[in-house]
């Protein structure tokens, strides 16, 4: 079973930045597409950002080319947030399945088998 622990969450005020962690256990291997979810009080979970096994990324279009996400190997990713804006604050999980893509029609897919706990993510204005 593939477990996932997110950190480096915390607050910040507007204009900061955080890197989120993600470390897995498990069986899991370079195949894997890898992913970041927010879910912000009252509203749905949705894709931040994902990294296929190709190293293929894709962004929401809210990310504007502040975050970045980034593997060390296939058990440890990282979601890197400059010019944090109050909008961004909310949980924020990571995701991983045995996918060649998790991008379908332009949209990060949301039926990830295996996720995280979340980190807390608080933007101060």
């Known amino acids: 079973q593939v477990q996932l622990v997110e950190s480096g969450g915390g607050s910040v005020q507007t204009g900061g930045s955080l890197r989120l962690s993600c470390a897995a256990s498990g069986p899991i291997d370079n195949s894997f597409a890898l992913a970041w979810f927010r879910q912000a009080p009252g509203k749905e979970r949705e894709g931040v950002a994902s990294i296929d096994s190709r190293g293929t990324t894709h962004y929401a279009d809210f990310v504007k080319g502040r975050f970045a996400i980034s593997k060390d190997n296939a058990k440890n990713w990282h979601l890197t947030m400059n010019s944090l804006e109050p909008e961004d604050t909310a949980m924020y999980y990571c995701?991983?399945?045995?996918?060649?893509?998790?991008?379908?029609?332009?949209?990060?897919?949301?039926?990830?088998?295996?996720w995280g706990q979340g980190t807390q993510v608080t933007v101060s204005s």
């Open positions: 995701a991983t399945d045995s996918w060649v893509t998790p991008v379908v029609r332009g949209k990060i897919r949301t039926d990830f088998a295996f």
